[in-house]
T-cell receptor
Framework: EAGVTQFPSHSVIEKGQTVTLRCDPI?????LYWYRRVMGKEIKFLLH????????ESGMPNNRFLAERTGGTYSTLKVQPAELEDSGVYFC?????????????FGPGTRLTVT | TQLLEQSPQFLSIQEGENLTVYCNSS?????LQWYRQEPGEGPVLLVT?????EVKKLKRLTFQFGDARKDSSLHITAAQTGDTGLYLC???????????????FGQGTRLTINP
């Protein structure tokens, strides 16, 4: 069974540019999550999809971030325009229909560098 | 304010020694996970503990959930160089969040086992 995949693995962009990150969850997983780790900080929750619906987007930093999951399969996270503080590693995770133990499976992450 | 405090943040020991890593909080959690992350990869789930006082073993790794479900420990017996990595604890959002699907992470313990 293929795991969670993310693309690209690395992205270097200039301040003010736009970047789109993609996540393909494990097949059959309705729950998809985005997390971010900025330098020196812990991994922090951004948002959660159940199929194509946003269940919780309380962790999104501001309106420069837009997440979509059309069709309830893969998801994209767009940052427009990017700022220096957006640099970090963006992780995607997926899980099956909610269980009591909240187990999530993570992708390898996209390392975003804004210069 | 961090909800999960991990200690120590860095630990370097010799192969064959034992070690314990701690994950503490003032919040009560319904479950807690331990992950291991290698460079360039996403966190990989090691174990989930659910019941207060629960102890789980994974080969040389022993995980314990505190009786009050506020803290956890990871003990490694006879550490090997292959145990080197970043160990993260994560818990559900607890009573600080409305959504039940968010994971809250500690900053991690970077473990180095020297030959």
């Amino acid at each position: 069974e293929a795991g969670v995949t993310q693309f690209p693995s690395h992205s270097v962009i200039e301040k003010g540019q736009t970047v789109t990150l993609r996540c393909d969850p494990i097949s059959g997983h309705d729950n998809l999550y985005w997390y971010r780790r900025v330098m020196g900080k812990e991994i922090k929750f951004l948002l959660h999809f159940v199929k194509e619906s946003k269940q919780d987007e309380s962790g999104m930093p501001n309106n420069r971030f837009l997440a979509e999951r059309t069709g309830g399969t893969y998801s994209t996270l767009k940052v427009q325009p990017a700022e220096l503080e957006d640099s970090g590693v963006y992780f995607c995770a997926s899980s099956q229909v909610p269980t009591d133990t909240y187990e999530q499976y993570f992708g390898p992450g996209t390392r975003l560098t804004v210069t | 304010t961090q909800l999960l405090e991990q200690s120590p943040q860095f630990l370097s020991i010799q192969e064959g020694e034992n070690l314990t890593v701690y994950c503490n909080s003032s919040s009560v959690f319904s479950s807690l996970q331990w992950y291991r992350q290698e460079p360039g990869e996403g966190p990989v789930l090691l174990v989930t503990v659910v019941t207060g006082g629960e102890v789980k073993k994974l080969k040389r790794l022993t995980f314990q959930f505190g009786d009050a479900r506020k803290d956890s420990s990871l003990h490694i017996t006879a550490a090997q160089t292959g145990d080197t990595g970043l160990y993260l604890c994560a818990a559900d959002g607890g009573r600080y969040f409305q959504g039940a699907q968010k994971l809250v992470f500690g900053q991690g313990t970077r473990l180095t086992i020297n030959p």
